[in-house]
């Protein structure tokens, strides 16, 4: 839901930037300055900018920049202030590309010293819009103020369980501030992707650090990794699944394939037949509860078929069961195949690494006897 109304702009710090400043700030690489072919290597660095839900690539050129470091470059809402957070990375150009972006300079003090300022006049914007939902009863909860278009229009997000009749609001905000006045809603993932906050773990959110996408995560991956479905520690500050959840969901799938369902009944290469009492997904490995009142863990390649709860005698309950999960039957066959194996990989590239140096020497002699004849 957004609303836009057009009035003459006012003087604020946020709109103290100089036309030629805007010519200079739009600056970038087009079709009728560009230098690069298709399949030249271009380096580029991504840049994220305070109140952003994700950062942009910019062409970063013969600077040297580190993670972390403050630049002014232009974003979608105009020049900031933003801050370095990727390593630089080389592309292959293509003219799709275009047109690509270009950090303006390194922020100086003065840089940061104007987007304090900027900062000061949002806040100011953003108490005002809270007085104004106060006065007008409105269900909406405010979450960020920006300048945007070198402080030309206000933005205002906010978050709200429905639609929201924000006329006479956005007619207050338009007399007050004497400038293009927008309300865009959010969900509440955006809105912690924009403000940041510390996770749980103790680092900065990954949706407002360096992830681009997010929010692709469902109530399956927590039940694919065995996770107790607590949602107090499954949920995020924003009250959302975490989206590391599936940081690792691609592992325990594939882990998963290895292994025998869970409450499946199977038959072992050693005899032994009854029910997948847990998984070990990690490990790969499982504890079986047999016919005979045992548990026993055993390797995921110890499961010789699947069967059928009616094609065994498996009793509804045990006078007593004994665990015998101390020993794990396959493990020593399995690493002394991994041991093979890995033996096999080494002797490989071993070979390799010797074909390639004799190649080498058989160039370099080559190239000395035919200068020497």
Same mark, same amino acid.
């Given at each position: #839901?957004?609303?836009?109304?057009? $009035?003459?702009?006012? !003087?604020?710090?946020?709109?103290?930037?100089?036309?030629? &400043?805007?010519?200079?700030? /739009?600056?970038?690489?087009?079709?009728?300055?560009?230098?690069?072919?298709?399949?030249?290597?271009?380096?580029?660095?991504?840049?994220?900018?305070?109140?952003?839900?994700?950062?942009?690539?910019?062409?970063?050129?013969?600077?040297?920049?580190?993670?972390?470091?403050?630049?002014?470059?232009?974003?979608?809402?105009?020049?900031?202030?933003?801050?370095?957070?990727?390593?630089?990375?080389?592309?292959?150009?293509?003219?799709? #590309?275009?047109?690509?972006?270009?950090?303006?300079?390194?922020?100086?003090?003065?840089?940061?010293?104007?987007?304090?300022?900027?900062?000061?006049?949002?806040?100011? =914007?953003?108490?005002?819009?809270?007085?104004?939902?106060?006065?007008?009863?409105? &269900? #909406?909860?405010?979450?960020?103020? !920006?300048?945007?278009?070198?402080?030309? +229009?206000?933005?205002?997000?906010?978050?709200? @369980?429905?639609?929201?009749?924000?006329? !006479?609001?956005?007619?207050?905000?338009?007399?007050?501030?004497?400038?293009?006045?927008?309300?865009?809603?959010?969900?509440?993932?955006?809105?912690? =992707?924009?403000?940041?906050?510390?996770? @749980?773990?103790?680092? $900065?959110?990954?949706?407002?650090?360096?992830?681009?996408?997010?929010?692709?995560?469902?109530?399956?991956?927590?039940?694919?990794?065995?996770?107790?479905?607590?949602?107090?520690?499954?949920?995020?500050?924003?009250?959302?699944?975490?989206?590391?959840?599936?940081?690792?969901?691609?592992?325990?799938?594939?882990?998963?394939?290895?292994?025998? /369902?869970?409450?499946?009944?199977? %038959?072992?290469?050693?005899?032994?037949?009854?029910?997948?009492?847990?998984?070990?997904?990690?490990?790969?490995?499982?504890?079986?509860?047999?016919?005979?009142?045992?548990?026993?863990?055993?390797?995921?390649?110890?499961?010789?078929?699947?069967?059928? %709860?009616?094609?065994? %005698?498996? @009793?509804? +309950?045990?006078?007593?069961?004994?665990?015998?999960?101390?020993?794990?039957?396959?493990?020593?066959?399995?690493?002394?195949?991994?041991?093979?194996?890995?033996?096999?990989?080494?002797?490989?590239?071993?070979?390799?690494?010797?074909?390639?140096?004799?190649?080498? #020497?058989?160039?370099?002699?080559?190239?000395? !006897?035919?200068?020497?004849?």
């Amino acid at each position: #839901m957004t609303q836009q109304v057009t $009035e003459e702009n006012i !003087e604020n710090p946020a709109s103290k930037t100089s036309s030629q &400043d805007k010519k200079q700030y /739009r600056d970038e690489i087009t079709e009728s300055n560009c230098n690069f072919a298709d399949g030249d290597k271009v380096k580029f660095i991504n840049v994220r900018f305070p109140g952003h839900a994700k950062s942009y690539s910019f062409v970063l050129g013969k600077r040297r920049l580190i993670y972390g470091q403050k630049v002014v470059a232009m974003s979608d809402r105009g020049i900031a202030v933003g801050y370095i957070n990727s390593f630089p990375y080389e592309l292959e150009f293509k003219k799709s #590309m275009l047109p690509l972006r270009t950090i303006n300079k390194i922020a100086t003090e003065a840089d940061e010293e104007k987007e304090k300022e900027i900062y000061k006049t949002q806040k100011e =914007a953003e108490n005002l819009c809270h007085r104004l939902i106060e006065k007008h009863k409105l &269900d #909406m909860n405010l979450t960020h103020v !920006e300048f945007t278009q070198f402080g030309k +229009k206000v933005v205002f997000y906010f978050i709200a @369980p429905a639609r929201v009749d924000f006329r !006479e609001l956005v007619k207050d905000l338009v007399s007050e501030l004497k400038l293009r006045i927008e309300l865009r809603q959010i969900n509440v993932r955006d809105r912690s =992707a924009s403000m940041g906050a510390i996770g @749980p773990c103790g680092r $900065e959110l990954c949706c407002s650090s360096f992830l681009s996408k997010y929010g692709n995560v469902s109530i399956k991956m927590a039940k694919n990794q065995n996770l107790t479905l607590n949602y107090s520690k499954l949920n995020g500050v924003c009250g959302q699944l975490k989206c590391c959840l599936s940081y690792e969901d691609d592992v325990y799938t594939k882990k998963r394939k290895k292994l025998p /369902r869970d409450n499946g009944f199977v %038959k072992t290469k050693t005899g032994d037949q009854g029910k997948v009492f847990r998984l070990n997904i990690l490990n790969e490995q499982f504890d079986l509860l047999t016919d005979q009142g045992q548990i026993k863990r055993f390797t995921a390649d110890q499961v010789k078929h699947g069967i059928k %709860k009616e094609d065994i %005698k498996f @009793p509804h +309950k045990f006078d007593h069961i004994s665990d015998e999960t101390a020993k794990i039957i396959g493990l020593s066959e399995l690493s002394d195949s991994q041991h093979k194996q890995r033996e096999n990989d080494f002797r490989k590239m071993e070979d390799k690494a010797k074909d390639f140096a004799e190649d080498r #020497m058989k160039e370099i002699l080559g190239t000395t !006897e035919t200068e020497e004849s």
